[in-house]
């Protein structure tokens, strides 16, 4: 419940007093009704239905005595004419505060959407290291919707709070014993229904479990239909999404009955009620025609109040598993926020003058692990040089990169770019000079136009091209029917591995870095391509400085310096020629290894 409470002030911050116009609207909406109800009983006593003098309904000889003043007939036709226009000018402004209130609700969800999409942005990189994107869209998609509709719901409840109690207000007067002997048996009826609330709860916690686990599943295969497809795995695939559909399905169709028990249970005991007050009222009582009447109307427009207040609850009841994933992630990634840094686009960026060195770096991606991905590492990589970094799968060449671009930071030790630490806002800065091809190239699904201007946002075609033609594709896109503007497809999948390489490389050239970080950017080129773009490379070099991982050894002879690194250590640091001579040493060994195949 406090997590509700804590979205609805977010939503206060958010609407302001906006927020309370519908619930006044929806009082005088409410008032007006009950005047109407008034008067639909002047008008029965207008047409001698009833003794309208004997002072069993209130409040109607008032309404009466300007009315006797006319005709009988006009009298009549003066009241349908004020109860048809009190009725319309309900409905009009019934309409007027909901959309008003429909116009708050989507608002919010606009407002929380933006809120938490910017704070995730703004999540250092460990925060996406420890969570499952599938996870994220969860959250960001039916979480959050059920989150709307949770908001959505109690102020549905606060209106109809307030509807009620200004339909209590009426029946009081109309009668207390008869009011107050219903509003016991709500009471009654609530706190026997409790239990109803606990159990939607429950329901709602393993809605949530089921979707997350139902959107895992989706990433998951769609991700990896290939191996799917290719290792004959699509039964398997296909019984285990059965089971958790027919475990969804469980989940809607017990939440469902629950609803349906706890307002069949009202209606029972509303027929019980309303026979009980009949039978006490004519046979004990002996209650006259017009009051008995009364009493049905009053029941019947009460009590399904508290039926529908009940079912509200336990639909907010289910929806707060949802308030607790939200205010999970937010405690999550307000812990992972980087600093108040500007956006890249506002700071301004940084180059290389001297160095980038590495003193003494620690790094572990969990603290609770004894093993390290980077130990005591120290070296050094001038400005505009050459360095490649080598050694076996899983020896920390990545990780040594990340630390670079200041997505990770050093447990102990530091990495210092022309002698300044790399602090949050160094490392925003000098991402901005950075151009970064990562192992799996990511092209967004757009043309390749707007792919680069995702990078390069003031980039001409001529730039364009030039970029295209270091990466040795400008003949592929010139090929391709639309060129620039042809869209390539999710995650640039209709282009092959190697194709996608050249083109990410593209992108990360058209920036203008001041340092160019290639982390086996061009493992999937065949060697002719893989030529022309060392060659562009060769002719880079001592404008920029450019970092390459790469475990096609022969691709780094120019290089000015070899990093080896192996289980997290540095190894051996040298010029390529040095560290293949160099006897015993493990660049030699993966060097002999490449040349035998
Ligand atoms: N997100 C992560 N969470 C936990 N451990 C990780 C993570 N990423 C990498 N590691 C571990 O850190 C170590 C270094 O990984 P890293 O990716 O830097 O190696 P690498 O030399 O780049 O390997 P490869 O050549 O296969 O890409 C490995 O033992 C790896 O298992």
């Known amino acids: 419940m406090a997590n509700l409470l804590i ?53 109607i000889s008032t309404i009466l005595e300007p009315l006797r003043k006319f005709p009988a007939e006009h009298a009549f036709v003066i009241t349908l004419v004020i109860f048809l226009v009190m009725w319309t000018g309900q409905a009009l402004l019934y309409r007027y ?103 939607s ?27 799917i ?17 027919e475990k969804m399905e469980r989940n809607s169709v017990q939440f469902s009955r629950l609803q349906n028990r706890s307002t069949l249970y009202h209606k029972i005991v509303s027929g019980f009620l309303i026979s009980l007050f009949m039978f006490i009222s004519v046979v004990f009582y002996q209650v006259p025609a017009e009051k008995l009447v009364f009493i049905i109307v009053i029941f019947s427009r009460l009590w399904p109040r508290f039926a529908s207040i ?45 160095a980038i060195e590495y003193q003494n770096v620690y790094y572990r991606y969990d603290a609770n692990q004894k093993d390290y991905a980077l130990q005591d590492i120290s070296l050094r990589m001038p400005a505009n040089s050459m360095t490649a970094i080598v050694g076996k799968s899983g020896a920390g060449k990545s990780t040594l990169v990340d630390l670079l671009i200041g997505l990770i930071e050093p447990e102990k030790g ?11 806002e160094l490392a925003m800065r000098l991402r901005g000079s950075v151009g970064y091809v990562p192992q799996d190239p990511f092209l967004f699904h757009s043309t390749i136009r707007e792919n680069f201007y995702a990078a390069a946002p003031h980039a001409t075609d001529e730039e364009m091209w030039e970029a295209l033609r270091f990466a040795a594709s400008d003949e592929l896109i010139r090929q391709l029917h639309h060129g620039l503007d042809t869209v390539i497809g999710e995650r640039g999948i209709r282009l092959s591995g190697g194709e996608r390489q050249r083109i990410v490389l593209a992108r990360a050239i058209l920036r203008k870095p001041a340092i160019l970080i290639l982390d086996e950017a061009t493992s999937a080129l065949d060697s002719e391509n893989e030529a022309i773009i060392q060659e562009s490379i060769e002719r880079m070099r001592g404008s920029m400085t ?42 030699g060994q993966l060097l002999e290894i490449q040349e035998a195949k």
């Open 310 to 354: 009940q079912n509200r609850w336990e639909q907010l009841a289910q929806s707060l598993p949802a308030f607790n994933s939200l205010i999970e992630l937010e405690k999550d990634y307000k812990a992972a926020k980087v600093a108040e840094i500007q956006l890249a686009s506002q700071t301004e960026n940084i180059c290389v003058e001297r």
């Open 546 to 587: 450019i970092i390459v991982i790469a475990h096609r050894l022969s691709t780094l002879r120019h290089a000015d310096q070899v990093i080896v690194l192996d289980k997290g250590r540095l190894v051996q640091q040298g010029g390529y020629k040095q560290l293949s001579t160099e006897m015993g040493g493990l660049f």
């Open 229 to 245: 497809k290719s290792n004959l795995m699509e039964q398997q695939h296909v019984s285990w999404f059965r089971m958790l559909c």
């Open 97 to 199: 505060f909901t959309v008003m209130n429909d116009r708050i609700s989507h608002g919010f969800v606009k407002y929380l959407r933006l809120e938490i999409y910017e704070s995730i942005m703004r999540a250092n990189w460990s925060f996406f290291l420890k969570k499952r994107r599938s996870d994220l869209i969860h959250t960001m998609t039916s979480e959050l919707h059920r989150v709307n509709y949770g908001v959505y719901v109690f102020l549905g409840l606060l209106l109809m709070g307030l509807f009620t109690i200004v339909q209590i207000v009426i029946a009081l007067w109309l009668s207390v014993e008869l009011t107050v002997t219903i509003l016991l048996c709500g009471i009654a009826l609530a706190l026997y229904s409790r239990k109803f609330l606990k159990q």
């Open 414 to 424: 530091q990495v210092l770019i022309d002698g300044m630490p790399l602090d949050a």
């Open 201 to 227: 709860r429950a329901y709602g916690d393993q809605a949530t479990a089921l979707t997350q686990a139902y959107m895992a599943g989706m990433t998951d295969h769609f991700n990896g239909i290939k191996e």
């Open 7 to 59: 979205y609805i002030r977010k939503l206060h911050r958010y609407a302001g007093l906006k927020l309370y116009v519908p619930l006044v609207g929806i009082m005088i909406i409410s008032m007006i009704e009950g005047t109407g109800f008034f008067l639909l009983a002047a008008m029965l006593g207008l047409i001698g239905l009833f003794d309208a003098s004997s002072g069993a309904i209130p409040f």
